[in-house]
């Protein structure tokens, strides 16, 4: 397990340039995404997402619903602020 870890982790360091802004990520769910619902939907038990892509997906889903016009690299920083805060993928 904690190998996996360590692997999962190797690219970002290595190439930083692609990284995603976790920071940015953390601003942009505070700004626009806490209004609707609070972090407890990201971690109850019977939560919906159940994979990167899935999270991916309703990350979008929930932003276009807003009609909020983010770069996808936004979308990405705001997918792994939650993956790392929340989810754990
Ligand atoms: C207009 C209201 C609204 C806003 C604002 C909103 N969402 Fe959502 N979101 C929802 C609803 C409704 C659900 C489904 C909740 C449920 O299944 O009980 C949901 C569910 C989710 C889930 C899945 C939770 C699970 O069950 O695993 C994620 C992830 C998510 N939203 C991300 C975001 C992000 C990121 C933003 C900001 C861009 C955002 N939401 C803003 C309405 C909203």
């Known amino acids: 397990m904690k190998i996996y870890t360590v692997l999962w982790f190797l ?6 340039a692609e990284a995603a802004d976790i920071e940015n990520g953390d601003d942009l ?9 609070q972090e407890i939907v990201y971690t109850r038990d019977d939560r ?15 932003k276009d619903s807003l009609e909020l016009s983010w770069f996808d690299e936004d979308v990405d ?3 792994e602020f939650l993956n ?4 754990h993928f």
């Open 84 to 87: 790392q805060n929340y989810y």
């Open 29 to 37: 769910h505070f700004e626009n995404c806490t209004g609707c619902h």
């Open 48 to 62: 919906n997402v159940g994979s990167m892509e899935r999270l991916d997906l309703q990350v979008r889903f929930c």
């Open 77 to 79: 920083d705001v997918v």
């Open 11 to 16: 690219p970002v360091f290595l190439i930083p």
